[in-house]
């Protein structure tokens, strides 16, 4: 039995207890992987939206309003749109992907993607590789579960170890599932190898999630609100962000993985300066709790804060600056609305005892819609000189009017928010990544099935 094993099995035994009461497993149906999708490269040459023209979507159709689920076809550009330092030049380095979720750039430039339909795949040189990568674990793939977020590791130029966040069905597939955390060798060929699991969130649960389901109207009751972004710290230490499975209550329970910041080392052990670590009660790997369903996470490489976005319910969409040990309030402290109408037990902001967001928005229209905020990164590179140091955090819905953009959240001297100004605003693509390029440009993936999910380059606009 390894370190890490006895440590979980001395912290856990409580729960067993707790769960053999309230677990309530049920079918969850999901499909496997699905065959590889088409992938060549959109050549550029579409017309370009004029200066000071009204919004438009990609390839001249209106921009879209209201909820964004779905977004705007997307041309095959290059586009130009917004004013001053947040004009944009945007080049289409590729569509052809399904849902992708997440990306990671290699030494040489060139990027692995991930597709939440359970592929992997590679753009080389700007070409989208039509044969996926093999090797991967067995994923339930269903709504929002699948192949979610990928890693390199911080030495990966010597070793060679790639990470992939996913759900994990369980022993009995598919009756459970669980974010699950993988690691394995690319030498940059047709398959992974040496892959296993280091990390499987507690507890697995089905469908329904566990019984008891009382409060507030959580949201969905399907169990696929993993989190699952996965990031380095310069330590070389990992973070996980797992989501609350839509059953906020377990967001408070220190002895689950649910609705939580976790940090454990390359090969899944546990840090001995966790926060929790040898705290009777806690999983130990547990590095912050209180998230409902964090879809961002980064490492700021100057300073080394890390950052998190999550969805609240009915707005009271976050930004937050994760802390060890701090508690961020889901699901009794939220600037949103629960779904049966509620608001929070204890309150909004400033409640002793929880961390308040640095940022959050709330609806401004009428109807659904919703900031839903995707991934956040920090621009440090000299092609936005105007933009070092701004928080650049996808959009995936609506707000004050615009829908499907990237926020660029500037902070003053004290790490307050500033201000905060919409970019890459009227293309109508769903912001799923955002990602600064080893070559100081911006990248974005678009959260939309094939053959429209893209990657797109943002560079100053001409």
């Known amino acids: 039995m390894t370190f890490f094993q006895s440590k979980r099995l001395s912290t856990t035994l409580p729960f067993l207890v707790f769960a053999a009461v309230l677990m309530l497993s049920v079918y969850i149906s999901g499909a496997g992987p699905q065959a590889p999708a088409a992938g060549a490269p959109q050549a550029p040459g579409a017309p370009q939206a004029a200066p ?29 749109i917004g004013e001053g330092d947040n004009r944009l030049h945007v080049t289409v380095i590729t569509k052809g992907l399904d849902h992708p979720w997440g990306m990671a750039f290699l030494p040489n430039g060139d990027m692995l993607v991930t597709e939440r339909a359970g592929r992997l795949r590679v753009v080389r040189k700007g070409v989208l590789d039509p044969t996926p990568i093999d090797g991967l674990p067995k994923i339930l793939v269903k709504s929002l579960g699948g192949l979610l977020d990928i890693a390199l590791h911080p030495n990966f130029a010597q070793n060679r170890l790639v990470y992939l966040a996913y759900s994990k069905p369980g022993d009995n597939e598919p009756t459970s599932s669980a974010l699950a955390v993988y690691r394995a060798k690319w030498d940059g060929g047709e398959a992974l190898t040496e892959g296993k699991d280091i990390f499987i969130a507690e507890p697995h649960f089905g469908a329904r999630g566990l019984a008891g389901r009382g409060c507030c109207g959580e949201g969905p009751a399907d169990g696929n609100s993993y989190g699952s972004r996965i990031a380095f710290d310069k330590a070389g230490f990992l973070f996980i962000t797992s989501g609350d499975r839509n059953i906020g209550e377990l967001a408070q329970n220190p002895l689950t993985d649910i609705g939580k910041v976790l940090r454990i080392k390359d ?17 130990p790997e547990i590095y912050s709790l209180g998230h409902r369903n964090p879809l961002g ?24 600056r994760i802390q060890a040990g701090k508690n961020y ?11 049966d109408g509620t608001l929070g037990r204890l309150g909004k902001n400033n409640v002793a005892g929880f961390e308040d967001p640095v940022d ?10 919703s900031f839903n905020p995707g991934n956040v990164a920090v621009y440090y590179g000299d092609k936005f000189p105007t933009w070092k140091g701004s928080l650049l955090v996808g959009s995936m819905g609506s707000w004050e009017g615009d829908t499907n953009f990237i926020m660029r959240v500037v902070l003053d001297d004290k790490g307050k928010l500033a201000r905060q ?13 955002v990602r600064i390029g080893l070559d100081g440009y911006v990248y974005v993936l678009t959260d939309v099935a094939t053959p429209n999910g893209a990657m797109l380059r943002l560079e100053p606009g001409k």
């Open 52 to 80: 000071g023209a009204p919004a438009r979507g990609a390839g001249g159709a209106p921009a879209a309003r209201g909820g964004g689920r779905g977004g705007t076809p997307l041309g095959d550009g290059p586009f130009d």
């Open 267 to 283: 090969d899944g052990t546990i840090p001995s300066d966790n926060p929790f670590a040898g705290k009777i009660g806690y999983l």
């Open 297 to 320: 996470l980064t490492v700021d490489p100057n300073t080394g804060e890390i950052w998190s976005t999550e969805f609240g319910p009915r707005g009271g969409d976050e930004l937050n």
């Open 329 to 339: 309030g889901w699901m009794d402290v939220t600037n949103g609305t629960h779904y």
């Open 360 to 369: 959050f928005w709330v609806p401004t229209c009428a109807g659904p819609c």
């Open 421 to 433: 100004t919409k970019i890459m605003t009227g293309l109508g693509q769903r912001v799923r990544d």
